[in-house]
């Protein structure tokens, strides 16, 4: 635990924020919780695999947690160009429209958010 990178403390903290987050929006459901769906866009710095480790050192500590799984989704970087009025998708962070034209119109890619949790009884629901 002395090696943790900074990073590493960085990805613990946001997992932490997570338990606290659901233990606050789900006060009694916690244990039914199965899947925590965290999406992040590519500009809020989180990586998908960090996350995951961080997770797994988490749960040892709230066992609690045991029985969840994270799924993180990743959405690219999307800007909005006022000179065309089109959206396209940032690749290696240029933030150029494909019309030529540069923009920091960001409309997607700062995102870290619980998207949706699943519990373990939905599908029962359903049916
Ligand atoms: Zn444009």
Known sequence: MLLISRIKMHEISLVRNIFRTLEEEFPKDIPRIRTINLTVGL???VQPILMQNA???VIEDEPQYNQMCLNVIVLPILIHCDDC???SEVEKYRFVCPCGKPSRNVIQGEELLISSVEFDDVENNIK
């Open 85 to 87: 009025g089109k959206t």
């Open 43 to 45: 500009l809020s710095n």
């Open 55 to 57: 997770f797994k050192v």
